[in-house]
Every structure is written in structure tokens, then in C-alpha cells.
T-cell receptor, first 112, second 114 residues
Framework: QKEVEQNSGPLSVPEGAIASLNCTYS??????FFWYRQYSGKSPELIMS????GDKEDGRFTAQLNKASQYVSLLIRDSQPSDSATYLC????????????FGTGTRLQVFP | GAVVSQHPSRVICKSGTSVKIECRSL??????MFWYRQFPKQSLMLMAT?????????EQGVEKDKFLINHASLTLSTLTVTSAHPEDSSFYIC??????????FGPGTRLLVL
């Protein structure tokens, strides 16, 4: 089992809809979780970090963490075409919190 | 806050030459920086971890003599691609850890070796 798994997509949603991006991880001891957005040809940009079970909201973005089920999700409300990008889930490497393990990313397409 | 810069943003060089890429944390001190490489439509690949004042730690399969890393200060790490060849053409991205162990990425350097 991969340490961080994401569906590669593409996930296509209409403008204005909620986009739901999911990520599962294998290390039960993971304490911090990150979502990055990467536009085509650009470097990743940090969107959200979450450390506790439950929801964390920041504008149109909500991160949801369920440690018991080992998944973390990112919801994007009122999706816009400008949200079209690849979303990367990242978790610290077990035993080395400096390094991050990245999922392969989910490509999101928001169509007008 | 937490801004990371890279220079140059784009470089074209001839095969056999060396290219140096700089990564700077502009508004924070980073004891740890990371160098990644990304080929088109592929995932980020961690190349090495750069620690201020000590030798870099390279990932398996990454040649340390080909990809020289120097982390001379708390705000600067450099990656030198030595004797570059066309297969080294890629998107090189650095990142830096804040004291909260959050990684912020630089804008990347696109290298084309002719």
C-alpha cells in the first residue's frame, strides 16, 4: 500500500459546485497533513494544513481529517474555473517530520 | 510570510556545462531545505534534503557528485547540476521548512540542456 494515496482524476465539476478531493494515508501515527495546489507548469502552493480531527475552514476551502479512518479530504465550495489544478496531499515521513510524502495528486477540472 | 525564491526561473545551457540554482527563504530562516525534480505530467520527486552547515542527504538513486548541494546559510541553499546533459532537463523546485515544519515551495527553475 502506498503511503499516501489519491485518485489521479481528472475530477470534473461544474462551476459553482463543491469539489471533493480525498486522500488516504498509511501511517497511523501521522499528526500533520497538508494540501497543496499545483497549476500546470508552476510549483506547489500550500493551501491548508490540518492537525486535529474534524473540519478546518479557510474561505472556500475546508479540510477534513479523520485519523481513525486515516483519510483527509479537501472540499472546495463554489468551485471556479481558476481552481482547475492538481491538488497534492502530503504527510510527513514516519520518523522524519521534516520530509513530506506526497500523493500523486488529483487533477481537478472546473468547467463553466 | 513564508516566501521562498529561486533563481534563475529558467535556464538554457549547452551539454557539458554546469548550472547553479539558488533557493532563498526571504522572510524566515530555514535550517532545512529540500530539492525536488519534476518531469512533465509526473509527480514531484525528492532529490535531497539540505541542512544548514552540514552535508546534504540524497535520496536513493540521486548522484551526489552530479547534483551538488550547498546550504551555506539559514536562508540560502544552492543546487549545482554538474556536466549537465539533455536528460537532466527538468523542472527543479526547492522548498524550505519553517519552524512549524511546514514546507513552502519556491517558484521553480526550468532547466533545458541542449
Amino acid at each position: 500500500q502506498k503511503e499516501v494515496e489519491q485518485n489521479s482524476g481528472p475530477l470534473s465539476v461544474p462551476e459553482g459546485a463543491i469539489a471533493s478531493l480525498n486522500c488516504t494515508y498509511s501511517d497511523r501515527g501521522s499528526q500533520s497533513f497538508f494540501w497543496y495546489r499545483q497549476y500546470s507548469g508552476k510549483s506547489p502552493e500550500l493551501i491548508m494544513s490540518i492537525y486535529s480531527n474534524g473540519d478546518k475552514e479557510d474561505g472556500r476551502f475546508t479540510a477534513q481529517l479523520n485519523k481513525a479512518s486515516q483519510y483527509v479530504s479537501l472540499l472546495i465550495r463554489d468551485s471556479q474555473p481558476s481552481d482547475s489544478a492538481t491538488y497534492l496531499c502530503a504527510v510527513p515521513l514516519p520518523g522524519n517530520t521534516d520530509k513530506l510524502i506526497f500523493g500523486t495528486g488529483t487533477r481537478l477540472q472546473v468547467f463553466p | 510570510g513564508a516566501v521562498v525564491s529561486q533563481h534563475p526561473s529558467r535556464v538554457i545551457c549547452k551539454s557539458g556545462t554546469s548550472v547553479k540554482i539558488e533557493c532563498r527563504s526571504l522572510d524566515f530562516q530555514a535550517t532545512t531545505m529540500f530539492w525536488y525534480r519534476q518531469f512533465p505530467k509526473q509527480s514531484l520527486m525528492l532529490m535531497a534534503t539540505s541542512n544548514e552547515g552540514s552535508k546534504a542527504t540524497y535520496e536513493q538513486g540521486v548522484e551526489k557528485d552530479k547534483f551538488l548541494i550547498n546550504h551555506a546559510s539559514l536562508t540560502l541553499s544552492t543546487l549545482t547540476v554538474t556536466s549537465a546533459h539533455p536528460e537532466d532537463s527538468s523542472f527543479y523546485i526547492c522548498s524550505a521548512n519553517t519552524h512549524q515544519e511546514t514546507q513552502y515551495f519556491g517558484p521553480g527553475t526550468r532547466l533545458l540542456v541542449l
